[in-house]
């Protein structure tokens, strides 16, 4: 059993920024790849951002590439998602997940434990 538990989320103005930060417990977090994933309303989940087991390696969807940063603590088993020049279109709920191997895969069927989310809203 993987608990996971996601924060940091709220309301922010276009071009601001959050860091949202995802606790995990259960599992031995460092031996697993990690990973966001988004939800806008009306819209299918899907992928933002992963990182390795041991954070050397990491995959960004094209749409949040080079505005988002994905980093892990493996001491404290807490994966973060540094969020910058946000944008209305970044309007989602934020998923972390781990995922079933050391790859950082942008594949939801990957990911077999899911937090239950933390609401970002950018304001224009």
């Known amino acids: 059993q993987v608990q996971l538990v996601e924060s940091g989320g709220g309301l922010v103005q276009a071009g601001g920024s959050l860091r949202l930060s995802c606790a995990a417990s259960?599992?031995?977090?460092?031996?697993?790849?990690m990973g966001w994933f988004r939800q806008a309303p009306g819209k299918e989940r899907e992928f933002a951002a992963a990182?390795?087991?041991?954070?050397?390696?990491?995959n960004y969807a094209g749409s949040v590439k080079d505005r988002f940063t994905i980093s892990r603590d493996n001491a404290k088993n807490v994966v973060y998602l540094q969020m910058n020049s946000l944008q209305p279109e970044d309007t989602a709920v934020y998923y972390c997940?781990?995922?079933?191997?050391?790859?950082?895969?942008?594949?939801?069927?990957?990911?077999?434990?899911w937090g239950q989310g933390t609401q970002v809203t950018v304001s224009s």
């Open positions: 990182i390795s087991w041991g954070g050397r390696s990491t």
């Open positions: 259960g599992r031995t977090f460092s031996t697993v790849a």
């Open positions: 997940a781990a995922g079933t191997s050391r790859i950082p895969t942008s594949v939801l069927r990957d990911y077999d434990y």
